[in-house]
């Protein structure tokens, strides 16, 4: 009888105590873990879906069409936005490049049409007519038949769907910073470090800050030589600053380096007594940027200016953008490598 007392309390055991303990062990772990796990998750999100999370910024313009002037021809063209970026993307950036290149571009041209149409809504100080040019003074425009004269319509087969491609999908994405939309200026070659604004234009931006760029050696205007004669460079310089004191003997002593910007721009120079800025002498000898040095040879009578990148070194580097691109960076990766501090956010 003692046997199966303890037979059924086994038995007992095995089917009813042992079951409710484990049930009621598992009821009390998954309800604490699972808890714990989600809160866990829930705490270190992503930093693109957090992003995505957010709401559209409400902007107080209409922008489905935007106001270009053209300069060449002094009329106004009202163009959908979507068309204008597309313009803007081919006439700015090779249509070769890779496609988060080509979609950083196509939000960076967006963020500063938008950003100027609001600034400007009744025109700008050089061109009153509307708030963007077609030209380089804003951003570069060509219409789909333009491009198609340009480059022929096999380019036009080639590559539209693809720049179509990296405009529709980044579909009204725009820059911000602290909940403003920002001018994101870019240029092409930065020539290995980008540039501070307030080095270059007369401004501070936050997110417009020296950052490096390092993919960009494939760049063909990388680095560039201009070659002339000491006398043509007297010449030149003698023709812009008649003042100056300077001839093929005394040039070496009158041209003298007063400041590079900390990412080795010339930044002030000076000619004989007059002390001018790094961008003149780039707009007189048409240079590629002012990340350069001259160097003289008195026996050959030349004079060898070599410069570094191309472009005013500002904001993103398109060359680098593309370099970026292909090693495996996204547009909004490369966006916030060139624009400090900024969100990618839809826009309504
Ligand atoms: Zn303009």
Redesign the pocket.
Known sequence: MKKLGIYIFIVLVITIILPTVIVKTFNFVPRDIPSLGVSLVEERPEEEEEEDKKDPVEIEYDFEKVKV?NPKTNTVDIVPIDEYIMGVVAAEMPAEFHMEALKAQAVAARTYAISRSIKFEDG?P??KLAP??S?I??QAYLSLPQLEDIHGESWVEKYWSKIEEAVVSTNNLAIFYDGEIIEPLYHSTSGGRTENVKDVFAIDLPYLKSVTSPYEEGATRFKNTVTMSIDDFVKKIKAKYPMANIDKNNVHEKIKLIERTGTGRVKKIAIDTQVVDGRDLRDLFELNSTNFTISLDKKLNIIEIVTYGFGHGVGMSQWGANGMGKNGKNFKEILKHYYTGVEILPIK
């Open positions: 002037y700008h050089d061109h963007l040019c030209g003074h804003c």
